[in-house]
């Protein structure tokens, strides 16, 4: 999600937006192909002439609902609200489902920009990025950055720019 225009200050422009990697939604999908394939199996074993039946229903069909909501819904929330914003002049964290959080970094204020990748990552394209600043959060790590390298570079030159008094290269 990209951030507002009226978040914006005089002169800055949105550079790169993205949400984490994809690869934290394989678990929430695995977790609703289970839970669908579990209720399922269970609703087609309850006996029809069971006195109790209707009350099996209704209980699988509780189970189930909470299940997905909590093992696939919230997690698939949690991802599709969490935005990293890198403009010209900031880095933006925000993430909440019912209240947001929201840090900026100013590329004033960074300090070092490094990035981890495991082999699997390597395989995805993610990673983990760190950032420092001068600023009171100290050291930021941000998991699952889709694109890492692009990220990294993408950052640093911004934040060479900002070191330089540049914006964008100018």
């Known amino acids: 999600m990209v951030l507002p225009e009226h978040h914006l200050t005089v002169g800055e422009r949105v550079v790169h937006s993205f949400h ?3 690869k934290r939604l394989v678990l929430p999908a ?13 609703i087609y074993f309850i006996p029809r002439d069971y006195e109790y039946a209707g009350y099996a229903y209704i ?3 509780v189970v189930s609902v909470v299940a997905l909501v909590l093992w696939s819904f919230l997690p698939y929330l949690r991802w599709k609200t969490t935005s990293y ?14 209240s947001k959080s929201a840090d900026d970094i100013p590329l004033t204020k960074v300090n070092s920009v ?30 699952d950055v889709p694109r890492i390298q692009t990220v990294r570079a993408e950052l640093f030159r911004l ?12």
Do not use: M, Y
């Open 30 to 42: 695995f977790a609703l192909l289970v839970v669908v394939a579990a209720s399922s199996a269970a």
């Open 20 to 22: 984490p990697h994809w």
């Open 159 to 170: 934040v060479e720019d900002a070191a330089d008094g540049e914006i964008d290269g100018r």
């Open 59 to 61: 209980a699988v069909a």
């Open 85 to 98: 914003t890198l403009t010209t002049h900031r880095f933006n964290i925000s993430t909440g489902i019912l």
């Open 114 to 143: 490094s990035s981890d990748q495991t082999f699997a990552e390597r395989l995805f394209g993610c990673g983990t990025l760190v950032v420092e600043s001068a600023s009171d959060n100290g050291e930021i790590t941000l998991k």
